[in-house]
């Protein structure tokens, strides 16, 4: 990340805090993550302290101070999927994955992350890895997803 | 670019001359769930195939958002008949274009069955999901491509806009929107003509309108599938608001978490700012107003309208202390109306159709229709639009089939974390805001989550409270600390090493929680425990005293066989805060 890279960025947005959010997901779409260096540039682009624009960054779900993995897989852990046994598929996916969530394995294949409710509760269990939906998702369905993206490398 | 009302009408008149209705239309269902069962495939082999035949000018293709039956996705309905297909395969895409493109027959095996009865139905009209909804928001469905503006304009869109805009005066349209009977969908059910009114009266030189679509609760979804489906139905919606209530800026606060509804809204504003029908003198008149979406980051607490405020506003989204009312002062210290996607989709209906005939649907007290997410463990799981007083028991079984795998119905879970349950003795409870209240629960947005024998209550307590916990922004100490005990004992519970007095010290926090907190998902966050305690307090006891969990979810309690059950005499571990 250099100066010249946020300032074409950050260009497209107006100067004022209102645009924050917007202007921290367009620099987690272009790096994967906000990298630190990058809070000094985005404090001064919308005329604020870079302890806010930090506040702001870990209040919110979405956004990542460190890079992820190659592949981010997502488990919902919704009312619908919990009750048609997501706990269960979590638990698997920790194994298989041997991560936490918000964790990246040490091969940097994949980041683990939970969401509250993908919205698509009739097919549940959800899994969506990279933004492709997988839908009643199985303990077994678990190892072949996962065997299948470290087929991809 | 449209200057003047007239125009609507042309336009209307213009597609259906240059693109004249093909005698066979297929119609295939490309919503989230559509695509994560595998629409996409069923869309191309459908593109290849007419191709291949050579019916690419003779038959029409149409993609549209969610049609609401999603345990039976992808699925198709072929027009003018209304012959539906569910579950397809791509494989089955030659022998439809055959059969009944072609020859006009319906192909057997492709047909719904009834699971309970066996009866085959071959129209989509016939099926009992379909049959019992009254679906005014949602039928549109099936007939717009959300990504074309000439769907919407061919389904009379924007026909109550350009009446609200010449034909009414701002206080009209609230006096229509009042009389109509409109409550707020997005769960409290505050009557929308004299939110509007509060903040029309307000004065200020400027006023904001927030169209609330941070969907949170999980299990619900008809927010973002409306969003997804219908984009402009909301857009109409806000413009109308906007023009009764004197605002010239309008947001659209949508989740990320859905970004099906992110990219459709935003190519529907986009097309209406480039047909004259956002920005300066909409339709030629002299209103002028804008619509910015400002997408979500992953934080429910942003559902709650002021922390849905500070989030627009750039800053940590914590709540405030209510009054001042968002009406009175709101973004940026302005005031500001703000309604949940529903609702807004209601105005452009009631407009149209005239208060008089909106008002004689649904209850006393609640009209129109309601959409309901169907989930958990229910047969037929989707998206279902009913009146407003339809019974408890008509949703589950005559339109949901009843519970799956031949289990027993326990309690349906309605409102989402802020909500409560209704167990079988409320299944002929007629559905509007006032009586699931009384009945301890709350409507919320339109979450229902069935629940069979094999649900754990004490252990969807917890999920709750996990959920609630997590979620809480951490400014009032009530709904911070107190949530996070509660929890706590819950977790307890259900590992076997809960206390007889853990009942009395949830009620207790629950109460101080309800009462001390700042914003609702505080004050509600307590309701999922305390209605299961009252429900089903001899689940919570059976895990503390016999350390069994009956539905056999809890891990903990679970005996392996040929394994003892874990002793119960273990010691129960001392609570942090005696």
Request: glycine residues 10%; neutral net charge; proline residues 5%.
């Amino acid at each position: 990340m250099t100066g010249v890279e946020m300032d074409d960025l950050l260009r497209e947005f107006g100067r004022d805090q209102k645009h924050l959010t917007q202007i921290l997901h367009k620099v987690q779409a272009e790096y994967g993550y906000i990298p630190p260096q990058a809070i000094r540039w985005i404090a001064r682009h919308v005329n604020t302290t870079e302890n806010e624009v930090y506040g702001v960054l870990t209040f919110y779900n979405a956004f990542r101070l460190r890079p992820g993995g190659k592949h981010l897989v997502t488990v919902c852990q919704g009312t619908s999927c919990h009750v048609r046994g997501g706990a269960r598929i979590f638990d698997e996916m920790k194994k298989e994955l041997g991560v936490e969530p918000g964790e990246t394995t040490s091969d940097r294949m994949f980041t683990l992350e939970t969401v509250n409710c993908f919205g698509c509760c009739a097919i549940g269990p959800t899994v969506v890895i990279n933004g492709t939906y997988f839908s009643q998702v199985s303990v077994e369905d678990v190892h072949s997803i996962i065997a299948e993206y470290r087929k991809r490398k | 670019m449209l200057t003047h009302p007239s125009q609507l009408t042309a336009w209307k008149a213009r597609i259906l001359e240059e693109s004249p209705v093909p005698k066979k239309t297929v119609v295939v269902s490309n919503g989230t769930c559509g695509r994560a069962s595998g629409s996409l495939a069923i869309i191309e082999a459908f593109g290849q195939e007419l191709e291949r035949r050579d019916l690419r000018e003779t038959v029409g293709l149409e993609v549209t958002g969610c049609h609401g039956f999603c345990e039976l996705e992808p699925n198709i309905v072929i027009y003018p008949e209304g012959i539906y297909y569910g579950r397809l395969k791509p494989e089955d895409v030659p022998m439809v274009i055959e059969k009944t493109i072609l020859k006009n027959k319906v192909v057997d095996p492709l047909v719904y069955a009834d699971p309970k009865t066996g009866r085959r139905y071959a129209l989509q009209k016939d099926i009992p999901f379909y049959r019992k909804q009254m679906r005014l928001l949602t039928e549109d469905n099936l007939r717009i491509d959300p990504n074309r503006i000439d769907d919407y304009v061919l389904a009379d869109g924007y026909q109550a806009l350009a009446k609200a805009l010449f034909d009414m005066t701002a206080e009209e349209v609230i006096r229509e929107i009042d009389a109509a009977g409109l409550r707020g969908r997005g769960g409290a059910g505050f009557p929308t003509g004299k939110k509007w009114e509060f903040c029309r009266n307000e004065s200020a030189d400027r006023r904001y309108i927030i169209c609330n679509a941070d969907e949170g609760n999980p299990g619900t979804y008809m927010d973002r599938s409306i969003l997804a489906a219908n984009p402009h139905s909301v857009i109409e919606g806000m413009i109308i608001g906007a023009y009764a209530i004197g605002a010239a800026e309008g947001y659209i606060y949508v989740r990320m978490e859905a970004p099906q509804a992110v990219r459709q809204v935003t190519i529907a504003r986009d097309q209406a700012r480039k047909f004259g029908l956002l920005g300066k003198s909409i339709l030629g008149s002299e209103f002028h107003f804008d619509i910015q979406i400002v997408e979500g980051a992953g934080a429910f607490v942003c559902g709650e309208e002021t922390s849905l405020m500070s989030s627009i506003e750039g800053r940590r989204a914590v709540s405030r202390q209510r009054p001042p009312f968002p009406a009175q002062s709101g973004l940026w210290g302005f005031p500001t109306n703000i309604n949940n996607v529903e609702t807004w989709a209601n105005v452009p209906l009631i407009i149209k159709r005239g208060a008089e005939w909106y008002s004689q649907i649904g209850t006393s007290k609640s009209k129109g229709t309601k959409i309901f997410s169907l989930v958990g463990k229910i047969r037929h799981a989707g998206q279902v639009e009913v009146p407003m007083g339809i019974k408890l028991r008509e949703i589950i079984y005559d339109i949901g089939g009843g519970i799956k795998d031949g289990k027993k119905f326990k309690a349906v879970q309605t409102g989402g974390p802020a909500g409560g349950f209704l167990p079988a003795e409320f299944l002929d409870l007629a559905m509007d805001y006032d009586n699931v209240v009384q009945a301890g629960s709350t409507m919320g947005s339109g979450g229902m989550i069935v629940l069979d024998e094999t649900t754990c209550m004490v252990d969807l307590a917890r999920h709750y409270m996990h959920f609630t916990q997590e979620e809480s922004c951490g400014k009032c100490v009530p709904c911070r600390v107190g949530t996070r005990q509660m929890h706590d004992i819950l977790v307890r519970i259900t590992r076997g090493e809960g206390e007889e007095e853990d009942l009395a010290r949830l009620e207790d926090l629950g109460d101080s929680i309800r009462v001390a907190s700042l914003c609702g998902l505080g004050q509600s966050a307590p309701n999922p425990v305390l209605s299961t305690l009252r429900h089903f307090r001899e689940e919570y006891v059976e895990h503390i005293k016999h350390k069994k969990c009956g539905a056999r979810v809890c891990k903990e309690l679970i005996s392996l066989p040929g394994q003892e059950a874990r002793p119960t005499d273990r010691k129960a571990k001392k609570l942090k805060h005696d």
